[in-house]
């Protein structure tokens, strides 16, 4: 930029300023955009049914009902299907973070033949499409008599997930070489030296880890559809598929109360992790 | 596994370690080697084990039952060859919801990309609160599939939905969005509702562009379309391609039809509107509503293999046009 340009009158700096004004335009508009949906959501359940049946559109509740609230928590057993979804996504979060660690160690920092070819299987497998296996998988859990059990979700767990074992291992493989050198001479075998030396040194992987594989978890909705007995199933089932009055038709403004109580912990999850779930996601999306 | 508890052996290992490794310091001795050899497989058991069973088995599991008449209830069950696969060829209903799938494919694909790339380039600019204009455009990606189908129906309801309520305030007639022939756009629009996901795998790809290739086109005179064509989009092309591989095989496999059709679960598949009757689902009512394990089986392997094709398709069309920085080999 020439000296001229930077005078406080000059349509250089005009321009910029118009071009701030554009920007911020667009910025608003779009966060506005990308905000509505789960606005209406809300708005939905704010309302009296009265005001969904009509046409055209009440933009606004005429009375906010916030005992909508309160209902959609009252009319099924919400507490308990919480608990559901709070069991099964820490029970594989946390064995699914441990095991993809465990996993991670050994492909970061260890060699031996057929390493190269199985680490190709593992990030190839990342791209197999999960809902093809799901369904034989499921075939396979009922005739194991696994079905209204939380035992698949221990077995996933402890299989490890690639995706994890690929964040572990982009980690460990950070870390330098001396680390294990020393616990080698003091007579530490490799389950030590993971444990005791580069497990405590991940929290920050860790911590996203458990976030990225509670989020899954607690968002799916296909697997314990299949897998759980509705008493024994998820939230995600049960906001999905139990508002519904005797007469069959939908209860739509509990239901939408329902899922926004149903979405909101996973909010506040992701805005206190922030950090490590964003990191974690652009590194896989990297490779 | 630690060494305190098996005390006994602990000196004669530590031993055994020590001999171990003064060998291998003095000519490489294979004590040292093996024992990682080992330990490698040790640590990898839990995946390697977990994806036999838990993948591959399934996948084998498959392939045998789609050569079988196998419902779950009939003890007559028999092995019937490629019947399955003859069936399946030609039944229209196997060519219809794959067109369906793949023109959402083609629709929701490039789409998501183009707007994850554009929300990337405009929260790169350097404002004050662009933290919380990146956390805002973020969050919808988070928001569960079932959140984001139950917003969706609320959003596009025929009466209560605000689309309608837009659309009939500036004088236009309703529209029965959740039905034919709309309710494909409105599965487009979930998956562009989640271009957050890749607004933030661009946004770190566009922070790893050095500086100097932008000052430098500045220098050359370049706009800034030009220098958005001709320098972020060929450093970025891995992350596209990343993308576009990804989105594609989630896209044939999405489950969200079910998750906006009036009643949402295996049981209501036929509720779903014909736009919307992806593959997938196809695929699901064979399974659920009609028991036909065998012959659902022999659709998910064609699918399986379709996907196979596509992806190696998609690889081999961009390998001249994806523009590595760094060799991706040398970075292990």
Known sequence: MTASSL???????????????????????????FLGPFGWLILTGLKAPSELAAAPVHWLPAHIQ??????????????????????IATLYAGLVT???????????????????????????????????????TYLIFAKLGMV????????????????????????????????????IVDGCG?????????????????????????????????????????????????????????????????????????????????????????????????? | MTVEQVAPEAGRARADRTAGRVRSAERGGPTMTTRRHRAFYMFASPWIIGFSLLTIAPMVYALWLSFTTYDGISPNWHYVGLGNYRELLHDSATWDSLGRAGLFAVMSVPLSIIAGLGLAVLVNRPVQGRGLFRTLLYVPAVVPPVGAGIAFKNLFDQNAGAANGVLTFFGFDAIGWLADPYARYVLVMTVLWGAGNIMIISLAGLQDV????????????????????SITVPLLSPVLLFQTVTGVIASVQTIMPMLLAPIASTGGLTTIPQSNYTYMIHVFSEYFALGRYGYASALLWLLFVLILIATGLIFKLTSGVVFYNVDPEAKK
């Open chain 1, 148 to 183: 209204d059990t939380y035992w698949p979700w221990v077995l996933w767990g402890l299989s490890s997930a690639p995706y994890l074992v690929f964040l572990f291992r982009q980690f460990f493989a950070g870390l330098p070489r001396e680390l294990e050198e020393a616990a």
């Open chain 1, 66 to 87: 916030w005992h909508n609230f309160a209902d959609a928590y009252k009319l099924i057993d919400f507490l308990g299907y919480a608990r559901n979804s709070l069991i």
């Open chain 1, 98 to 136: 441990l095991s993809s660690a465990w996993v991670g160690f050994g492909f970061a920092r260890l060699a031996a033949p057929g390493k190269k070819t199985l680490f190709g299987i593992l990030i190839g497998s990342m791209m197999l499409p999960q809902m093809i296996t799901l369904l034989p």
């Open chain 2, 210 to 229: 050095p500086r100097e290739l932008h000052e430098a086109a500045r220098i050359d005179g370049a706009s800034a379309w030009r220098t958005f064509r």
């Open chain 1, 190 to 287: 490799y389950g030590g030296i993971f444990w005791r030396i580069f497990l405590p040194q991940s929290w920050p992987v860790l911590s996203a880890s458990f976030v990225i594989a509670f989020t899954w978890t607690w968002g799916d909705y296909i697997a314990p559809q299949l897998l759980l007995s509705t008493d024994r199933s998820t939230l995600a089932v049960a906001v999905m598929t139990t508002y519904v009055a005797p007469s069959g038709s939908p209860i739509t403004n509990l239901q939408a109360a329902a899922s926004v109580m149903y979405v909101v912990p996973i909010l506040l999850i992701f805005l206190v992790a922030q950090r490590g779930f964003v990191s974690g996601m652009s590194t896989s999306g990297l490779k």
């Open chain 1, 7 to 33: 005078s406080p009158k000059s349509p250089v700096r005009f321009r910029v300023r118009v071009n701030r004004l554009v920007l911020y335009t667009a910025l608003v508009a779009v966060a506005g955009l």
